[in-house]
Every structure is written in structure tokens, then in C-alpha cells.
């Protein structure tokens, strides 16, 4: 074989070359593409149960909820709890939530509880829209169901804050009362008051100082108050 026919040999491999590499890119690009939304798809899933039970639990931690039979029974959802009272007595009942479901004016929060030792699992249903919301389950213990109730009208006040807690915050006192005002406005809005319980833990080593409140809504939620020299963390 001369030179010349060699040359063009050697080029027509090269091309065959070519062409098999690009046709083995367009193979796995073509099962990339097809295997690619599968995942995609169970993630939104999720993110769109999250988003239902997010969405359910804050408008139930963001109300105050009485009883449609009996006025003096009410009930407080917190993170992982939920408090009924009735005559002056609480009952804590601890859920943990296992999947959600929404719809127009309705979103429901399938739950597993426990209570006084026993346990069940149960659905929260909560329908209507703001200012007519309703709340029904079985796993309550005092009513079948509590409507939306009214939140404190004022702003909560907060009390018994003295020495040396006052200058352990460097005398942020009114910066720790709108802390305060702005948690219970959001996750106990029954309440009026926040009354600091007297005790004060000084973390020397990680620079924070906290302390407890005691709020007057039916369920008595204590709230924890951390600052840490800048700002203030309220919990509960």
C-alpha cells in the first residue's frame, strides 16, 4: 500500500473513531435524560409534605383554639406537643407527625401520640380560613374539636425581671421584653404576661446567660431566654 492510500486509511479509522465516540455520548446523554426525573420527583414529593405539615403546624401554634361545647377548655399546640386544659387542669399529650395532606380551606396531619402512657396514632384535621378555623382529632383528650379563639389583644408584658439578671444582660431589658412579646405573639398567643421564675444560668465558658418565664396562658408555657452578649433566643 503506498503512502497516499495510508494517509486516507488512517483517516477513515479516525473517523470511525470519531463518529463511535459521539454516538456513545448521545447514548449516555439520552439515559441520563431518561433516568434523571426520577429523583427530582420524589424530592418534590417530600418537599411538598413538608411543606403541608410546616404550613398546618404553624397556623395551629400561631392561634389560640377553645372548646365549641365548654368555654373553659382549650387547647395550645406546641413543637411535638399539644396541651389541653379544662378547669384549671392540663392535660400534655406528645405527637409526632407522620405525614400531611392539603387542600382548599383543609389540611390534615396524620400523627402518632402519647399519652399518660398510652399510645395510638390519630389524623388532625384543621378546615376553614383565618378568623373560622377549626380544629378536630381523636387523639384529644377533653373535646372533639376547638374552634380559633381570640389572641390577647395587648402586647405581652413582661415582669419580676431584677437584679443581677438585669445586669447580666447588660441592662437590655426592653430589648428582652419585645423578644418576648414577638414569641408569644407567634407561639402562645393566649398569653398576656411572661413572669421571669427568678433562676439565672450563667454558661461562663460559652458566654450566654438564660433564664425562664412563665406565661399566663391556660397551659403555663415557660419559655427559656437565652442571650449570648448580642441577642435574644426565646424557646418554647
Not at 10 to 33: D, E, F, K, N, W
Request: one cysteine or more; a negative charge; proline letters at 3%.
Amino acid at each position: 500500500m503506498d503512502r497516499k492510500n495510508k494517509v486516507m486509511l488512517a483517516a477513515a479509522i479516525g473517523a470511525i473513531v470519531v463518529l463511535v465516540a459521539s454516538s456513545a455520548v448521545r447514548c449516555a446523554v439520552s439515559r441520563t435524560a431518561d433516568t434523571a426525573p426520577e429523583q427530582p420527583a420524589a424530592e418534590q414529593s417530600q418537599e411538598g409534605d413538608m411543606s403541608a405539615r410546616d404550613k398546618a403546624m404553624e397556623a395551629l401554634r400561631g392561634h389560640a383554639w377553645r372548646s365549641e361545647a365548654d368555654a373553659s377548655a382549650s387547647v395550645e399546640f406546641r413543637e411535638g406537643s399539644f396541651v389541653e386544659t379544662r378547669g384549671g387542669q392540663a392535660t400534655v399529650t406528645a405527637f409526632e407527625v407522620t405525614g400531611s395532606s392539603e387542600g382548599d380551606d383543609w389540611a390534615s396531619l396524620d400523627v402518632s401520640f402519647v399519652r399518660d402512657g398510652a399510645s395510638g396514632d390519630a389524623v388532625v384535621m384543621l378546615e376553614g380560613r383565618e378568623g373560622s378555623l377549626r380544629v378536630a382529632s381523636d387523639a384529644f383528650a377533653n373535646a372533639d374539636a376547638y374552634v380559633e379563639g381570640k389572641a390577647s389583644a395587648g402586647p405581652v408584658a413582661v415582669s419580676g425581671v431584677t437584679e443581677p439578671y438585669t445586669s447580666l444582660i447588660d441592662g437590655r431589658t426592653d430589648e428582652l421584653a419585645g423578644a418576648v412579646a414577638d414569641h408569644c405573639r407567634k407561639k402562645v398567643p393566649a398569653a398576656t404576661r411572661a413572669d421571669f421564675d427568678g433562676e439565672v444560668f450563667v454558661d461562663v465558658k460559652g458566654g450566654r446567660v438564660s433564664a425562664t418565664f412563665t406565661c399566663d396562658d391556660p397551659a403555663r408555657t415557660i419559655l427559656n431566654v437565652t442571650y449570648d452578649g448580642a441577642t435574644f433566643k426565646v424557646e418554647g
